[in-house]
């Protein structure tokens, strides 16, 4: 489980789509404003819950800086997230469709379509991952 703050920089980071180190987190400006020391406080925190992990390190000036990048995806996050507070399978599938229903596409076989789409693509990755799904 993550605090209001950790999910605020898992979503920063999901977003940012690459590796970051913490000066390029601290210089970002507009709605983050963490202090270096808060912010490394909270990346110690999420390597330890398993949520970010260290990827990298740049020469800064005389120094190694670590980059920074989420160890799962969004929706890998959420899935826990529902599953570890008692949703089942059957749940997030019906979550999904209802999903893909409220983006517009209310035809049943465009719906079909799109979450036959999407489960492709998620046992293709984990057939070229070699993961199962399980976590």
């Known amino acids: 489980m993550l605090t209001k703050r950790e999910d605020e920089l ?3 980071l999901w977003d940012a789509g690459k590796p970051l180190l913490v000066e390029e987190m601290l210089n970002t400006g507009g709605e983050h404003a963490w ?4 912010l490394r406080a909270m990346l110690k925190s999420l390597e330890k819950k398993g949520a970010v992990e ?3 390190f740049l020469l800064r000036s005389k120094l190694y800086a670590r980059q920074f990048k989420p160890k799962i995806s969004k ?3 959420y899935m826990q997230l529902a599953l570890d507070r008692g949703a ?3 749940t997030l599938f019906q979550v999904a469709a209802a999903a893909v229903m409220k ?7 465009k719906v079909k379509q799109r979450l036959e789409e999407i489960l492709e693509k ?14």
């Open 88 to 90: 089942k399978a059957e």
């Open 103 to 109: 983006s517009g596409n209310e035809n049943p076989d």
């Open 54 to 56: 260290c990827c990298g």
């Open 10 to 12: 898992m979503n920063f």
């Open 75 to 77: 929706e890998e996050f």
């Open 35 to 38: 202090n270096e020391t808060y």
């Open 122 to 135: 998620e046992i293709r990755e984990n057939v070229r991952t070699g993961t199962d799904g399980e976590k």
